[in-house]
């Protein structure tokens, strides 16, 4: 056990080639959803303001999660999320990591969907594994890194192992929602959540919402479109921001009268603030199990995290 | 910036869930029903808006926009600022799922606050209305970043640095923000009053 912290100096090259790593992995991440192939979304080829993904693209499957009543799998799911924030030991971590692998590929997700949303949390991470190794305060027993001819940059082992920690679990997490919306179509994901005691009028919203927003989408890109073709480039000035304030107030005039329209045409035709819902919902014995499995799995993660202690460092 | 899964403390991830309850709750009362689509509309149109990259030198930045929300909405801004949190997080996983809650907090309370600091100071003017869009869609930004640091460091010291370095980072957002709510607010007064909040009728010179 380790009483007074460990100081341990590195040449100044590791720090070198550590960042040039860094570069080439940002650079990847960045640019590297190319190489994914992408199926049939052609979203993935459009300028990238505008590319929304749908969010059940693949609910036609016949995984164990396909089949799985929706209300069910909503509260099981969402639990063991949860307990899987609260872990605290890398290694449980890791194992929920491999639990939500597993599930990705059980329920027929092709890949390029998970690392989308990896993706879309390399930003705020890094930020973390970047900024905690330098800031942590330091405690006893914490492994501290220097470079030579750089003192002033001290790295805590321990925050690196904080920062890790928090990606890991995050990862984890990230890729468990994919088999929660992703399998069911999202109606049905919607009808669930108000048979879960979501009241009616927020399940309208978000599907009114939802169905809004590729309307909006394709509003507003046409809208884009003109800009650039009368020379418009998007710049850091102040003329830049101006124009975007303009086509902001423009999205929002033009969508807003024309989802007026719709809304009366809607109330025309009988619309009572709901969409008639031809779901079913009937919870079989082996949806329950389902539910029950991961609930025990998210307690006994819970249990483990705190009783079974593996550290990989000591 | 939208808090991703495993930064906060469980217990602080499920309360910020029961506030975030509550207060929708209390916005929701405050809803009109004939209201709905245009709330709905609004959650779209800005869920659409912070797509838009905005050119920041080297880096762009995302605008959070929950000031022109407030601005826009009142007290049933947080209904709608929370449906868009949701939304983001289901569809790009910008924000993670156990911190739907906390997210919509960091966002939503500065959205109602937003809408009231600016329909306490528009007067009738343009000029008012813009300097208040300005000062609205500021303190948007500035009580987001507030929330989103007091959140981080609910975590216990370890996670100082990491709020520290979100505020910094967030002053240039701040910037741009009231600009652009500033610009969005001018547009919206001169074509469609309505959309602030504010009759027509009662426009000076007509």
Not at chain 1, 78 to 93: E, G, H, P, T
Not at chain 2, 110 to 128: E, Q
Request: aromatic share 10%.
């Amino acid at each position: 056990m380790k009483e007074r912290e460990a100081r341990v100096e590195l040449p100044l090259e590791i720090l070198l080639i550590a960042l040039g790593v860094l570069l080439l992995l940002g650079l990847a991440v960045k640019y590297g959803g190319r190489f994914f192939p992408t199926g049939k979304s052609p979203e993935e080829g459009k300028e990238r303001d505008w590319a929304i993904p749908t969010i059940d693209s693949q609910a036609q499957g016949h995984s164990l999660f396909h089949r799985w009543d929706a209300r069910i799998k909503i509260v099981a799911l969402v639990f063991f999320m949860f307990c899987a924030a609260s872990v605290q030991n890398m290694a449980w971590a890791l194992a929920t990591l491999l639990v939500s692998a597993l599930s990705i590929l059980m329920a027929q997700i092709p890949l390029h969907r998970p690392v989308r949303r990896l993706r879309a949390m390399v930003p705020f991470l890094t930020m973390f594994l970047v900024v905690m190794p330098l800031t942590v305060p330091q405690k006893s027993g914490d492994l501290m890194v220097s470079f030579a001819h750089v003192p002033f940059l001290e790295f805590n082992g321990r925050g690196l192992e904080l920062a890790l920690l928090i990606v890991v679990k995050a990862s984890a997490i990230a890729l468990l929602v994919e088999p929660l919306v992703a399998t069911a179509p999202f109606p049905a994901t919607v009808q669930a959540l108000a048979r879960l005691k979501v009241p009616p009028m927020v399940c309208q919203m978000i599907l009114l919402a939802h169905r809004y927003i590729f309307v909006f989408q394709h509003e507003a890109e046409r809208m884009g479109k003109g800009m650039r073709a009368r020379g418009f480039r998007k710049r850091t000035n102040l003329e830049t921001l101006r124009t975007l304030g303009n086509f902001l107030g423009m999205l929002l005039v033009r969508t807003f009268d024309r989802t007026q329209r719709v809304h009366e045409a809607m109330l025309a035709r009988g619309y009572a603030n709901t969409f008639p819902q031809k779901i079913e919902f009937r919870a079989r014995r082996e949806d329950w199990l389902k539910g029950a499995l991961w609930a025990g799995a998210g307690l006994g993660l819970l249990m483990a995290d705190r009783w079974v202690k593996w550290t990989l460092f000591s | 910036m939208h808090i991703s899964d495993g930064v906060l403390p469980t217990y602080v991830a499920v309360g910020s869930y029961a506030v975030s309850l509550a207060l929708a709750t209390w916005s929701a009362r405050r809803i009109n029903p004939e209201e709905f689509p245009k709330i709905a509309v609004v959650t779209s149109a800005f869920f659409v808006a912070s797509l838009i990259h905005v050119p920041l030198g080297p880096t762009s930045v995302h605008l959070i926009l929950s000031g022109l929300v407030g601005i826009m909405l009142g007290s049933s801004a947080f209904v709608s600022v929370a449906l868009g949190i949701v939304l983001q997080s289901l569809l790009f996983q910008f924000g993670g799922i156990t911190a739907i809650g906390a997210n919509s907090l960091l966002a939503g309370i500065p959205a109602v606050t937003a809408g009231w600091l600016f329909h306490a100071l528009k007067g009738r003017s343009l000029n008012r209305h813009v300097f208040a869009g300005a000062l609205a869609g500021g303190w948007g930004v500035f009580l987001a970043v507030g929330l989103l640091a007091l959140l981080l460091i609910s975590g216990g010291e370890d996670f100082f640095g990491v709020a520290l370095i979100a505020l910094y980072a967030h002053i240039p957002v701040l910037a741009i923000e009231s600009a652009v709510c500033a610009f969005t607010v001018s547009f919206l007064y001169k074509v469609k009053p309505q959309l602030l909040g504010m009759s027509s009728a009662s426009r000076p010179g007509e």
